[in-house]
């Protein structure tokens, strides 16, 4: 009777067992119940230190050859965080890696902001206040040209318009790009108002902070540095920008007089050259003040020091190279391929006594 009893119990236990493990014949543990919410991003995390990022250099300049690290305080030059600086790497004379902020700096060197108060790449202050509805060089060079168009108006009894920058355009190589901002009758911060086209044709970028969109090759990288409204352009080897849509508000309105009617509160662009690889002869109205020969003609200390050189820099729309001093050259070796020689370049042995081969041609 004992026997049965036990035998019984025995069946028992082993049917349990199989049906528990019916469906994993290897009784993998199951994974842990929640464990409350998740983690913040990591650069949130108290404490936490990232390797920064690196870039190699292929800039012709000292700075050739140079891999340089982001700091420790930005180590990258993306980062999640939309308040957070970024990494700008300088390949350039001054061969460095630094942190800024990633939206338009309107008292950095490179500013184009307001009614258009520009800082010069010698650290000047000036105004240029072109014409409503026409377009203007503001960097002409072999390799790049970058065009303005303002819009503005002309309150009763005043001798010129108030202007603003609608719009760029820029070419570089066989390419066009421009980007610009929306004719907006009532602001919403909220919601976007670029607009952008890529060798004449429209592209859209999604919203949503780090959005992205490249040409093929990344000769062109637009990304957004926030939600809406504010983006960085950058051309490898050549130019970086950033630029925000911001509107003419009403105490800007009523402290300026400037008579905005209340269908349009015209929208414009902030924008701030972060990075600008230039030839000596570069022109422009912007692009001359980076010039190593540049003397300011503007009267500095006045409250409104004014630069001149509207028909010297006019040009006919804003996608042509037709100003007087306009030395844009679309056949002119493009940034990239520029880069592919160099990074070539390097493997080369064609060293002297005179220096590393880089940039050297060698011929036997």
């Known amino acids: ?72 305080e930005c180590p990258e030059r993306n980062p999640a965080d939309q308040t957070a600086k970024g990494c700008f790497v300088d390949c350039g004379p001054k061969c460095e890696a630094t942190c800024r902020h990633r939206k338009p700096n309107c008292e950095g060197v490179g500013a184009l902001c307001y009614d258009p108060r520009f800082v010069g790449g010698d650290g000047v202050m000036f105004y240029f206040h072109g014409k409503s509805d026409k377009d203007f060089s503001l960097v002409s060079d072999d390799k790049l040209q970058i065009n303005a168009h303002f819009i503005g108006r002309r309150p009763e009894g005043r001798t010129r318009d108030y202007t603003w920058v609608q719009s760029l355009g820029i070419m570089f190589g066989p390419h066009t790009f421009t980007v610009g901002a929306n004719k907006v009758a009532e602001w919403e911060e909220n919601v976007d108002q670029f607009f952008f086209t890529f060798d004449k044709q429209a592209f859209t970028l999604p919203r949503g902070h780090r959005t992205v969109w490249n040409f093929p090759e990344d000769e062109l990288t637009v990304e957004r540095t926030g939600e809406s409204n504010s983006i960085n352009v950058e051309i490898p080897n050549l130019m970086q920008l950033a630029i925000s849509v911001v509107p003419i508000t009403e105490e800007d309105n009523r402290v300026h007089k400037y008579g905005i009617p209340s269908n349009d509160c015209f929208a414009h662009l902030a924008i701030e050259f972060k990075y600008l690889n230039l030839s000596p002869a570069v022109e422009g109205v912007l692009g001359q003040t980076y010039r190593p020969d540049f003397k300011s003609p503007v009267k500095v200390g006045v409250p409104m020091p004014i630069m001149g050189g509207e028909d010297k820099y006019g040009t006919s729309s804003l996608l042509s190279a037709d100003c007087k001093l306009c030395s844009f050259n679309p056949a002119a070796t493009s940034p990239r391929f520029e880069s592919l020689l160099v990074d070539s370049a390097m493997g080369l042995d064609c060293t002297n006594k005179f220096g590393n081969g880089h940039g050297i041609v060698c011929r036997r």
């Open 1 to 72: 009777m004992e026997m049965a009893k036990a035998v019984g119990l025995l069946v028992v236990v082993i049917a349990l067992f199989v049906q528990c493990n019916a469906r994993d014949p290897y009784a993998t543990p199951s994974p842990p119940g929640p464990l409350g919410p998740a983690p913040p991003p990591p650069f949130r995390v108290a404490g936490l230190t990232r390797p920064g990022e690196k870039e190699k250099c292929y800039q012709n300049s000292r700075c050739l050859g140079t891999t340089l690290q982001c700091p420790k």
